[in-house]
């Protein structure tokens, strides 16, 4: 099974701040990997696909960018919406597979 | 719009089969997609459960397969999650979701339902 593994587990960021998450996969899954946003009480959110194709409806201030084994996901310019539990996950490889998360903080 | 919707039994004893169903609403789910089920213990992160597609072919987790059941009912626009055997680690919010055409991620998803395993 591929280990998706997010860093940092809480980043702590002022609004209008940039914020950059990581994560890293314990083999290639190419350009196969998908984030997600999870507010509290409610169900996950696409934001990326393909590493780096924004799903629909969702800000240009979000970006996602690499491959192979390293990733990350770039909010530009932080909302106080987008204070939320970020996941990434892998599709390249059975069985599917969630990194940890990354909680964004307000500072 | 495509709408996700699971119900099921709160509370579940140890041992016993937990059943859980996902009413799509706004797509015929015999129309095509894949469908999933994912879980998310108290406070934790994600865990792929496993996918059906349509036609009923299934996907799933090795580490729950000797457990688990997914099956689709065209007629009724939903589709059903067996897990047996639970115990407290499957204490978990149950969420259902599309996965997308054609690869393995998610783009919809219901809202989630708590499920405890308590005597």
């Known amino acids: 099974e591929v280990v998706m593994t997010q860093s940092p587990a809480t980043l702590s960021v002022s609004p209008g701040e940039r914020a950059t998450l990581s994560c890293r996969a314990s083999q290639s899954v190419n350009s196969i990997l998908a984030w997600y946003q999870q507010k509290p009480g409610q169900a996950p959110r696409l934001l990326i696909y393909?590493?780096?194709t924004r799903a629909a409806n969702i800000p240009a201030r979000f970006s996602g960018s690499g491959s192979g084994t390293e990733f990350t996901l770039t909010i530009s310019s932080l909302q106080s919406e987008d204070f939320a539990v970020y996941y990434c996950?892998?599709?390249?490889?059975?069985?599917?597979?969630f990194g940890g998360g990354t909680k964004v903080e307000i500072k | 719009q495509v709408q996700l919707q699971e119900s099921g039994p709160g509370l579940v004893k140890p041992s016993e089969t937990l059943s859980l169903t996902c009413v799509v609403s706004?797509?015929?789910?015999?129309?095509?997609?894949?469908w999933g089920w994912i879980r998310q213990p108290p406070g934790k992160g994600l865990e792929w459960i496993g996918t059906?597609?349509?036609?009923?072919?299934?996907y799933y987790n090795p580490s729950l397969k000797s457990r688990v059941a997914m099956s689709i009912d065209t007629s009724k626009n939903h589709f059903s999650l067996r897990l047996s055997s639970m115990t407290a680690a499957d204490t978990a919010v149950y969420y259902c979701?599309?996965?997308?055409?054609?690869?393995?991620?998610?783009?919809?998803w219901g809202q989630g339902t708590l499920v405890t395993v308590s005597s």
């Open positions: 393909a590493a780096s």
């Open positions: 996950q892998q599709y390249n490889n059975w069985p599917l597979t």
């Open positions: 059906m597609s349509h036609g009923g072919n299934t």
């Open positions: 706004g797509y015929s789910i015999s129309s095509g997609y894949y």
């Open positions: 979701a599309r996965r997308s055409l054609p690869e393995n991620y998610f783009d919809r």
